[in-house]
T-cell receptor, first 108, second 115 residues
Framework: KNEVEQSPQNLTAQEGEFITINCSYSVGISALHWLQQHPGGGIVSLFMLSSGKKKHGRLIATINIQEKHSSLHITASHPRDSAVYIC??????????FGTGTRLQVFP | DVKVTQSSRYLVKRTGEKVFLECVQD?????MFWYRQDPGLGLRLIYFSYDVKMKEKGDIPEGYSVSREKKERFSLILESASTNQTSMYLC??????????????FGDGTRLSIL
């Protein structure tokens, strides 16, 4: 069983739709990361959070520590949001455990 | 901005060759990491280093070694490349202390094919 589960694995949306990607984990953590990987490989850190909610532009990330669950929301989605979104949990100070990612495609 | 630079975006090598993947970061970060990424498996940690000449095994170190002679450079070495090491390799760095406000910064990745 994976310690970090993401859903859905693949997601398609029309431009303008509200998108939610979910992440559940089974280990105790100190922080959770949301990463974005564009075609070609480069990974960008979107958020790191240990409680509550963070917002950056059209992106919102929430975490519920008690329920071991986090969500990434994209409002007013755009084709340039098409990417793989990866959830990663900080299990020890030196190690991240990664989910397998959610592939998002937004069509015009 | 933090810059993590991997020496090659694409690399093709033959079975049995010794392969070097280089990673350089320009933000004086103490921690550096090598991951491989395979479809359906996500990112898996191969090795990490928390200081010059220091290294720790990650989840899948077999078949790999690393070198950290200078703080800014972390090299991944495939001692004798095999076809099951065909993968995307990603380098990352982060400062100490690791904490809720210290993200890892990733390079663009090296797509390695072993023929």
């Amino acid at each position: 069983k994976n310690e970090v589960e993401q859903s859905p694995q693949n997601l398609t949306a029309q431009e303008g739709e509200f998108i939610t990607i979910n992440c559940s984990y089974s280990v105790g953590i100190s922080a959770l990361h949301w990463l974005q990987q564009h075609p070609g490989g480069g990974i960008v850190s979107l958020f790191m959070l240990s409680s509550g909610k963070k917002k950056h532009g059209r992106l919102i990330a929430t975490i519920n520590i008690q329920e071991k669950h986090s969500s990434l929301h994209i409002t007013a989605s755009h084709p340039r949001d098409s990417a793989v979104y990866i959830c990663a949990v900080r299990w020890t100070p030196d190690k991240l455990i990664f989910g397998t990612g959610t592939r998002l495609q937004v069509f015009p | 901005d933090v810059k993590v630079t991997q020496s090659s975006r694409y690399l093709v090598k033959r079975t049995g060759e010794k392969v070097f993947l280089e990673c350089v970061q320009d933000m004086d970060h103490e921690n550096m990491f090598w991951y491989r990424q395979d479809p359906g498996l996500g990112l898996r940690l191969i090795y990490f280093s928390y200081d010059v000449k220091m290294k720790e095994k990650g989840d899948i170190p077999e078949g790999y070694s690393v070198s950290r002679e200078k703080k800014e450079r972390f090299s991944l070495i495939l001692e004798s490349a095999s076809t099951n090491q065909t993968s995307m390799y990603l380098c990352a760095s982060s400062p100490i202390p690791e904490g809720a406000n210290q993200p890892q910064h990733f390079g663009d990745g090296t797509r390695l094919s072993i023929l």
